[in-house]
């Protein structure tokens, strides 16, 4: 069982609605992710929330938007999607950010669909 | 260039077949690397890690070695089974806010 829980575990949304996916984690962990995986592909970064700091991926379109509301939850919120988005967004956290506390423990992820 | 190379595949093998996975990186300090498994419709999940030089990593009957002097860390099984037909991320931790650089992947399809 995943100690990162993501919900909805499938989202199918037209391009003009506004969704939000949601990602969990107890462990005490200071940093969370978010990342976008095509089939078959690697995970993408989308954004990172470390000890209260957002990093962003200068190449993630302003139509994703994060939110930190505490150190265990991380919104993304989704608005004027593109087909294109579809995909299966990967919730993540760590320990922290160094090479051993670095370790990245995900959720099931969410199966977006844009249609 | 990439900073984590693995064999992309799809690698086909027969159940009980022996299993090596390539994978080589590139590090300006000491990373920790890792192999995470991701089976069809689910997240990635950390299959073994190691955290520093000649360290092994094994879990269900997978090991890799953190080999500095070739900058590897190749996934090895002695017997694979259809169960482990999955994609196979190799993947490295430098520190930073960047969180972990992934390899392309590996589809692994073993058949009975």
């Known amino acids: 069982d995943t100690e990162v829980t993501q919900t909805p575990k499938h989202l199918v949304m037209g391009m003009t609605n506004k969704k939000s996916l949601k990602c969990e984690q107890h462990m005490g962990h200071r940093a969370m992710y978010w990342y976008k995986q095509k089939a078959k592909k690697p995970p993408e970064l989308m954004f990172v929330y470390s000890y209260e700091k957002l990093s962003i991926n200068e190449s993630v379109p302003s139509r994703f938007s994060p939110e930190c509301p505490n150190s265990s939850l991380l919104n993304l919120h989704l608005h004027a999607l593109q087909p294109e988005d579809s995909a299966l967004y990967l919730c993540a956290s760590s320990q922290g950010t160094g090479p051993i506390t670095g370790e990245l423990f995900f959720g099931e992820g969410s199966r977006l669909t844009v249609l | ?112």
């Not at chain 2, 190691?50 to 070695?65: I, R």
């Not at chain 2, 259809?82 to 991320?89: K, N």
């Not at chain 2, 960047?98 to 390899?103: A, I, K, M, S």
């Open chain 2, 1 to 112: 260039g990439d900073s984590v190379t693995q064999m992309e595949g799809p690698v086909t093998l027969s159940e009980e077949a022996f299993l090596t996975i390539n994978c080589t990186y590139t590090a300006t300090g000491y990373p920790s690397l890792f192999w995470y498994v991701q089976y069809p419709g689910e997240g990635l999940q950390l299959l073994l890690k190691a955290t520093k030089a000649d360290d092994k990593g094994s879990n269900k009957g997978f090991e890799a070695t953190y080999r500095k002097e070739t900058t590897s860390f190749h996934l090895e099984k002695g017997s694979v089974q259809v169960s482990d037909s999955a994609v196979y991320f190799c993947a490295r931790a430098e520190g930073g806010a960047d969180g972990l650089t992934f390899g392309k992947g590996t589809h692994l399809i073993i058949q009975p």
